[in-house]
């Protein structure tokens, strides 16, 4: 994975003193960072070949706890270790972080040192290697949108995440004047990204009171997902540091737009050409790119968890919200699940609308991929496109409405067993269904204030 700093100028770097810390890393089910920060002359000298986890890590919930009923690891099997492998490749530069820097693992089995089937990284890499076979590589963006708030996340929490307030009052999509006043936040998270080596674009305003967006160049999908993972971790980071808090939750409030993460892809061949243009193709667009949105649009259902996977996922998808409730494709068109961008130019992708602020990248692309190329393997045929208002097409088939719909679809999926095996499609069903059992011992606000007295 490209980083921005190789192994020799670390150990130059740290030598001279300006290195001291290295975070080892690995992404967790939920898309974090998990790892360990090592003193750097200890990692030059020996654990950049190798340290250990606990194998928990990839079994755990948002609130880390130790969750039954999975396979993989367990209390009767002792929750034993997981190799972190430092992938050198991906070393880079952490600007906002004092004299540190961030390398990337691979996770891999303590005894047979083979990854981990149901890592995030091992799965986007597996997808990744099926197009590689067939001289293809996905190249791939994502939008990161996140609120921010005027209070840190210490205060939020000690309030109980009551009187939650935007850092803005207004919708600011575009607003030059807001964003200026958003500055101490979001110009060291642009310069500091850049100087770690992830290729910012821009941060505009988004369309609600303290929203924001963070745009990274098209890269192939192994480093989006890296730097998709890298910039939310740092976005909570900056966030923190200038007393402020940030929230990838994909509906903080029911009376506000929710966050998305759109996904843009496409696929180029070994000369670098992108193979879904064809000039004398309707709107641009080659056999290859008909049968891959083909394959998108007849398998969302089934990977729907993997881009929405939690409870909270499913209060985005509202009609008149830009969030998408249809799995059809449409020609630049922001209502429907997935847009055709750039007609007749050689930027011609998809986007995925579906997805939410709160998505694990790797999993997300992972899936994504996966069902593009099973549309091109199979020749799937790809319908007209959907004109108009997509949420009031009445025979466009429906995004799943709940997390236990999604994860009922995706536990039933052949074609994701197919792809990345039943122990793998059985662990995340699991983790799904752990968030339902979770959610349904749960006594709301709403619950309360609508029976306390009534009932």
Request: aromatic share 10%; charged share 25%.
């Amino acid at each position: 994975m490209p980083g921005n700093l190789t192994f020799e100028a670390l150990k130059t770097r740290v030598s001279s003193g300006e290195i001291d810390t290295v975070l080892v890393c690995i992404t967790d089910m939920q898309g974090r960072l998990m790892g360990k920060r090592f003193h750097a002359q200890h990692f030059v000298d020996t654990a950049f070949e190798e340290t250990h986890c606990c194998n928990y890590l990839l079994a755990t919930d948002i609130e880390m706890y130790t969750v039954e009923g999975y396979a993989a690891t367990s209390w009767s099997g002792g929750y034993g270790d997981y190799v972190m492998k430092p992938d050198l490749a991906s070393l880079r530069l952490t600007p906002w972080l004092e004299g540190t820097v961030m390398v990337m693992c691979d996770v891999l089995d303590h005894h047979t040192h083979e990854e981990v089937p149901h890592s995030p990284r091992a799965m986007l890499k597996k997808v990744v290697g099926l197009f590689a076979e067939k001289g293809l590589t996905p190249i791939a963006a994502t939008e990161l949108e996140f609120f921010l708030f005027e209070k840190s996340f210490d205060d939020m929490r000690k309030s109980g995440f009551r009187d939650l307030e935007p850092i803005s009052g207004y919708n600011e999509d575009y607003h030059i004047l807001q964003t200026t006043k958003e500055e101490d936040v979001m110009r060291p998270l642009r310069n500091g990204l850049y100087g770690a080596g992830i290729p910012v674009e821009n941060t505009k305003g988004e369309a609600e009171t303290g929203q924001e967006e963070l745009n990274i160049k098209y890269a192939p999908a192994m480093d989006t997902a890296e730097n998709h993972t890298i910039a939310k971790h740092a976005v909570k980071e900056i966030a923190w540091a200038k007393g402020r808090s940030a929230s990838f939750l994909a509906k903080w409030r029911s009376d506000k737009v929710g966050s998305s993460s759109h996904v843009h892809q496409s696929l180029f061949d070994k000369k670098g050409n992108n193979v879904f243009c064809d000039d004398k193709g309707d709107y641009g667009m080659s056999e290859t790119m008909c049968h891959y949105l083909a394959g998108l649009i007849k398998y969302a259902p089934d990977y729907t968890y993997f881009l929405a996977p939690y409870i909270n996922s499913y209060k985005r998808f509202q009609k008149g919200t830009f969030a998408p409730t249809k799995t059809v494709w449409s020609v630049d068109n922001r209502t429907a699940g997935f847009r055709l961008c750039g007609e007749h130019t050689k930027a011609l992708r998809v986007e995925c609308r579906i997805g939410g602020s709160d998505l694990n990248p790797y999993l997300a692309l992972a899936a994504q991929l996966a069902a593009g190329l099973r549309g091109i393997e199979e020749k799937l045929p790809l319908d007209p496109p959907t004109t108009g208002d997509v949420y009031e097409a009445k025979r466009a088939r429906e995004i799943p409405h709940t997390l236990r719909e999604a994860r009922e679809t995706m536990r039933k999926s052949k074609f994701l067993r197919e792809t990345f095996s039943d122990a793998v499609v059985d662990h995340y069903a699991r983790a799904a269904e752990w968030e339902v059992e979770e959610f349904d011992r749960a006594v709301t606000d709403y619950e309360i204030a609508r029976g306390f007295e009534r009932a």
